[in-house]
């Protein structure tokens, strides 16, 4: 099941970068992503409702939800994506990937778990390989006051992902579910996206075509309803550090592709810094070795 869920949240926030750069053009991003979770959040309610497995929520959880659509479901999507208007992707991607090393010492300031040398180790080979990937658009980029703009923006998003792990987490350590948290979640981060756009202004637009409705519908059902719930399923399972890897692993699905639809062609350091990436992956879901557990003593019935 782990195996399964970590493929397909891979393959699928792998590709839905095809989808994002189809929704340039006259819609606003705001007003976009509002569109994305909004979908994603009616079309989970509706799966929930029909189905009986909505979960009922207490104020606490309610709360927990709030702040987990507003730093998952909203202000990470804003920050990478002003970034993006000043550093290349690449930079983008090895600033993201950095959460697996994030989820592990937020694992361990608010939950005590300890931090694995293996999960530091491959996080950190990981980080290089991406390095390495991405080196040509690295170096040929400037450094100027709207990069450090970009570079905090694109960290400010990593962090605001991974506190929205930290809260998915806690919510399931409580007996709920990510499909119901999701839902709740997704329409808080669209209702504040909504009013971050009546606030500034920002029209909301729709582009009545294929290309924007089809990238729209690809970006709501199986990247957030199927995608995000595939991963804060293994963030549950595993552990917030070692589902983080994801992070590392989708840029490299986004450049196979990136093979077929645009040409990329590999050179030596990008297969060096595919190796490393790899070889973090394994290290990351390597299990330690430790002493063997003691069987529990009997207890009378």
């Not at 990470?76 to 000043?86: E, G, I, K, P, V």
């Not at 994030?102 to 991406?130: E, P």
């Not at 350091?269 to 069987?295: C, D, E, I, W």
Request: net charge positive.
């Amino acid at each position: 099941m782990n195996l399964s869920l970590y493929l397909l949240t891979v393959l699928i926030w792998g590709t839905t970068w095809i989808a994002i750069k189809l929704q340039m053009g006259e819609v606003a991003v705001a007003a976009s992503i509002a569109y994305r979770f909004a979908l994603a959040s009616a079309v989970l309610f509706a799966m929930l409702w029909f189905s009986g497995r909505l979960q009922p929520l207490d104020r606490r959880s309610q709360g927990i939800c709030l702040v987990q659509g507003l730093c998952l479901f909203c202000l990470n999507f804003l920050c990478f994506y002003t970034a993006s208007q000043w550093i290349p992707s690449g930079l983008i991607a090895v600033i993201f990937s950095t959460a697996t090393l994030w989820n592990a010492i937020n694992a361990r300031v608010f939950f005590k778990q300890r931090i694995a040398a293996n999960v530091l180790l491959g996080g950190a080979l990981g980080l290089a390989g991406l390095g390495l990937l991405f080196w040509p658009e690295l170096a040929g980029h400037e450094a100027s006051r709207e990069s450090l703009l970009g570079i905090g923006l694109a960290l400010c998003g990593t962090l605001c992902f991974s506190a929205g792990n930290m809260l998915s987490s806690l919510q399931q350590k409580a007996g709920l579910k990510p499909l119901t948290t999701n839902a709740w979640g997704m329409l808080y981060g669209a209702l504040m996206l909504v009013g971050i756009c009546l606030v500034s202004g920002t029209p909301f637009a729709f582009e009545w075509n294929a290309r924007y409705v089809g990238s729209l519908l690809y970006l709501a059902i199986p990247g957030s309803v199927i995608g995000f719930t595939a991963y804060l399923t293994l963030v549950g399972r595993m552990g917030p550090e070692r589902a983080a890897y994801c992070t590392v692993l989708f840029p490299v699905v986004a450049l196979n592709i990136s093979v077929f639809a645009e040409g990329y062609q590999w050179t030596a350091p990008a297969l060096l810094g595919l190796a490393l990436v790899m070889a973090g992956n394994v290290l990351v879901f390597r299990k330690p070795r430790g002493l063997p557990v003691p069987a529990p003593l009997a207890t009378p019935k």
